[in-house]
Structures are given as structure tokens and as C-alpha cells.
């Protein structure tokens, strides 16, 4: 690998920019991880509590998608909050995963100019959301309206910093 | 970014192996994870969500196939969040792959630390996924999923033959 001896990095440049944005999604999602870690069992034993964080998108969501509250129907199919704990630890640990090598990516390879870095996260990114785009279809093929009341670091947050830090990172790499 | 040496990267070497094996690794993810929208479909996937058919009906208090015709909220519900791992599969595949052909192959040890780290964090969260069984008093023995069967055994000597390597 060539390293670009000639290339200087700076923080107020596109690529700068982009560099910042992925940065600060790479600690968050380790954040969110770190946060499952900790409190997803508590969340857990509070059933009720969990229906308003939804088990797919939100709460609200969740209940125009399945045509009843989400209480209600977690009181009567109490799996429902068992399987989406299991499956929330393995998404935890996935999120840790990415979090870490986006910022490992980022700092060593962006930052020094390295374009397989940047196509690199781009692309994991994308492939990330395809998954979430397949839990949304189903919702909007139901005709329920989206809100901005989705998982905030891990979906939200990328579907706006992607696009952005993508283009600036694009516009700004050797 | 400098390469700490120039290394003629050969193969057959501590770090060729260490290379070959994270890329199996990273292959591994890939697969399954694009795999996984189409199998967990399937007459197969259908059986399994955690560890084996009969393990987790011993959890889940009844066979699995008979709990998805029984609850279509449950069925969409696993559909749906296998798809989002799915994609996180995917994703970390790509980044497992990438981080080794560019970093590790050429002797970049930030690499070596990613690759080693990320698949030491994951263990808690798979720890926590298998906690039930254990408090069921089911042992799961080696009936986990493939993404984390075959990654776990290849993380340590990947890792160990990578650290050897970049000595």
C-alpha cells in the first residue's frame, strides 16, 4: 500500500468533515452497544415500559404495524420480549463490532488519504441499512407512516450522517 | 499512514496464516449474513433461532416451528430482526475483510488490534445470549450459530499467529 507522504489532513476540510461525522456515528453506536450491555435486561423486566421503545421501530409503529397496542400485545405473547432481548444482545455485539473497526478505519485509514477506507465504511454502512430497509418495507407496505421515532444512533443517525459524510468524504480524498 | 516495515508479505508465514484466516472469517460473516433473509425462511431456518431445534423449544417453551404458527407477530417479528442481523453480518464481513487485506497484509498493527478487539467484545453479548440456557440448565455445547462457532475458533489463532507475524 502507497502511503501519500504529500497528503495533509485537515480537521476544516470535506474531508475533514466526513472524517468528524463518521467518527462521532463510530462512538455512538459503541455507545449504544455499551448502554444494551448494561441496561437491556433491566428494560426487559419492565414490560410495559418496553411497549413505548417498540421491539422494530418504535412503539407507536410497532402497534399500527401489528393493528394492536403493543402492550397489549406483548401482555398476551410475552416471547415476543424474550426473543427481541436474545436478538438484541447479538445486535449489541455486532454494533460494538462495527463501532470499533469504523473507528479504527477512520482514524487510521481516512485520515492519511486511504481511499479503500472510506469505500470501505461507506460500504459496510450500506449494508447495514439494507437490513433495517427490510424491517421498514414490510411497515410501509402497510401503509404505517413513518416518523422520526426510530431507533436514533443506530438508524436514524446513519441514514442522515452516510449520505453526508459519504459525498464530503468523496469530494475530499486525493 | 506508514507501513511499520516493508515486508515482502508471504503466505506461508505467521502473517500469511493470520491473513488467510481473517479473511475466512470475514468471508464467514458475509455469507451468513446474506444468507440469512433467504434461510431463516426455509424449512431449516425455521427450526433454529439461537442454538439447536431442540435446545431452544427446551427455551422457548415449545417447538419453534410451532410457535411462529401460532403467534404471526412472533414469526414477523424474528423475520424482521434476523434481517436487521443480517445486514450488521454483512457489514462487519466487509469491514473483517477490508481491515485485513489493507491493514494486516501490510503489517499495519492497528489492524492486527481492530480485528483482535472487535472479536473479543463481541463474547459478553454472546455470553448474554446463551445465559438463559445456562440458568435452564441446558448446555449448549457447540450448538451455536455459525457466526459465532466458526469466528470464535478462528479468532485466537488468527489473532496469535498475526501477533507473531508483525513482531
Not at chain 1, 69 to 74: G, S, T
Not at chain 1, 133 to 151: A, E, S, T
Not at chain 2, 19 to 38: C, E, K, S
Request: hydrophobic share 60%; net charge neutral; glycine share 10%.
Amino acid at each position: 500500500m502507497n502511503t501519500q507522504s504529500t497528503f495533509e489532513f485537515r480537521w476544516l476540510s470535506p474531508l475533514g468533515i466526513s472524517v468528524s461525522l463518521f467518527l462521532m456515528q463510530g462512538v455512538l453506536t459503541v455507545f449504544v452497544a455499551v448502554l444494551v450491555l448494561v441496561i437491556n435486561q433491566r428494560i426487559m423486566e419492565r414490560r410495559v415500559d418496553y411497549a413505548d421503545g417498540g421491539i422494530l421501530l418504535s412503539g407507536r409503529m410497532d402497534s399500527l404495524f401489528f393493528g394492536r397496542d403493543l402492550r397489549e400485545l406483548i401482555r398476551s405473547d410475552p416471547l415476543l420480549v424474550q426473543v427481541d432481548m436474545y436478538t438484541m444482545y447479538v445486535r449489541a455485539g455486532l454494533w460494538l463490532a462495527f463501532g470499533i473497526f469504523q473507528m479504527a478505519l477512520i482514524w487510521f485509514g481516512m485520515r492519511n488519504g486511504e481511499e479503500w477506507a472510506f469505500w470501505t465504511v461507506v460500504l459496510a454502512n450500506v449494508a447495514a441499512l439494507i437490513g433495517w430497509l427490510l424491517v421498514v418495507i414490510p411497515f410501509v407496505q402497510k401503509g404505517v407512516l413513518l416518523g422520526l421515532d426510530m431507533p436514533p444512533i443506530v438508524f436514524l443517525l446513519p441514514i442522515v450522517v452516510v449520505p453526508v459524510a459519504s459525498v464530503l468524504g468523496w469530494i475530499g480524498l486525493p | 499512514m506508514t507501513s511499520q516495515l516493508m515486508l515482502e508479505f508471504r503466505w506461508l508465514s505467521p502473517l500469511g496464516i493470520s491473513v488467510a484466516l481473517f479473511m475466512i472469517y470475514g468471508a464467514f460473516y458475509v455469507l451468513i449474513g446474506a444468507l440469512t433473509p433467504v434461510m431463516m425462511n426455509t424449512q431449516i431456518g425455521q427450526q433454529v433461532t439461537f442454538s439447536s431445534s431442540k435446545k431452544d423449544s427446551v427455551l422457548l417453551g415449545g417447538p419453534l416451528t410451532e410457535l411462529l404458527q401460532t403467534s404471526p407477530a412472533l414469526a414477523k417479528i424474528r423475520r424482521m430482526l434476523l434481517n436487521v442481523i443480517g445486514g450488521l453480518l454483512v457489514a462487519a464481513g466487509i469491514l473483517v475483510m477490508t481491515v485485513t487485506w489493507f491493514g494486516l497484509k501490510q503489517a499495519q498493527v492497528w489492524a492486527l488490534v481492530a480485528l483482535a478487539l472487535a472479536g473479543v467484545v463481541v463474547l459478553p453479548f454472546w455470553w448474554l445470549v446463551f445465559r438463559p440456557f445456562a440458568e435452564a440448565g441446558i448446555a449448549v455445547g457447540l450448538d451455536l450459530p455459525p457466526f459465532m462457532l466458526l469466528p470464535g475458533i478462528l479468532l485466537a489463532p488468527a489473532t496469535v499467529f498475526g501477533w507473531i507475524g508483525l513482531r
